[in-house]
Antibody, heavy 121, light 113 residues
Framework: EVQLLESGGGLVQPGGSLRLSCAAS????????MTWVRQAPGKGLEWVSA????????IYADSVKGRLTISRDDSENTLFLQMNSLRPEDTGIYYC??????????????WGQGTLVTVSS | DIVMTQSPDSLAVSLGERATINCKSS????????????LAWYQQKPGQPPKLLIY???TRESGVPDRFSGSGSGTDFTLTISSLQAEDVAVYYC?????????FGPGTKVDIK
């Protein structure tokens, strides 16, 4: 069974940093691109970033480019999101999601339960 | 960026009746070299993560009941629930994965009338 378990969320002040992790199991991790999607409280879904199955290519939404960095450790089957220079508008639930293929040009077919990030003073 | 719009914002349908949700993209998401529409539909129930229902605009994900169907091509797409069940109460999102950034529609809330 495919499982994704996010961790690392919490309360952080504006300008601060957090590192989110997503532990994956139940599939061959390096065969699939991975994605982060976020959801502000009471709002819709916003695509944030993706990384290829090989880990050598990454893409970002303009709203996070230069502040958030996606990475993966295939030896640990773990996806990361390093979040720097956080802003109040980064507040929300962050979901880790698995692509249906090795590239990001596929729908995502499995989602974690999410981890809540709150940026507030 | 490709802008995704959905209509209606919300709808209430009687149990057993048909529910239809529309999704429109600001530019085509049809990749002509493989004739695939890079469009997915997700269902999100309160307090839960989204769940993939449909990909390539019309391919049902494994385990999804066949009352859910997707149609359309190019810029106009539809998700149909042929006979609404109580467990289908949720917000439904379309998403394009044709062009970066992979944008979502604003969502359509489906309730029981």
């Amino acid at each position: 069974e495919v499982q994704l378990l996010e961790s690392g969320g919490g309360l952080v002040q504006p300008g601060g940093s957090l590192r989110l992790s997503c532990a994956a199991s139940g599939f061959t991790f390096n065969n699939y691109a991975m994605t982060w999607v976020r959801q502000a409280p009471g709002k819709g879904l916003e695509w944030v970033s993706a990384i290829s199955g090989s880990g050598d290519a990454t893409i970002y939404a303009d709203s996070v480019k230069g502040r958030l960095t996606i990475s993966r450790d295939d030896s640990e089957n773990t996806l990361f999101l390093q979040m720097n220079s956080l802003r109040p508008e980064d507040t929300g639930i962050y979901y880790c999601a698995k692509s249906r293929g090795v590239s990001w040009y596929y729908a995502v077919d499995c989602w974690g339960q999410g981890t809540l990030v709150t940026v507030s003073s | 960026d490709i802008v995704m719009t959905q209509s209606p914002d919300s709808l209430a349908v009687s149990l057993g009746e048909r529910a239809t949700i529309n999704c429109k993209s600001s530019q085509s998401v049809l990749y002509r070299s493989n004739n695939k529409n890079y469009l997915a539909w997700y269902q999100q129930k309160p307090g839960q993560p989204p769940k993939l229902l449909i990909y390539w605009a019309s391919t049902r994900e494994s385990g999804v009941p066949d009352r859910f169907s997707g149609s359309g091509s190019g810029t106009d797409f539809t998700l149909t629930i042929s006979s609404l069940q109580a467990e289908d109460v949720a917000v439904y999102y379309c998403q394009q994965y044709y062009s970066i950034p992979f944008t979502f529609g604003p969502g359509t809330k489906v309730d029981i009338k």
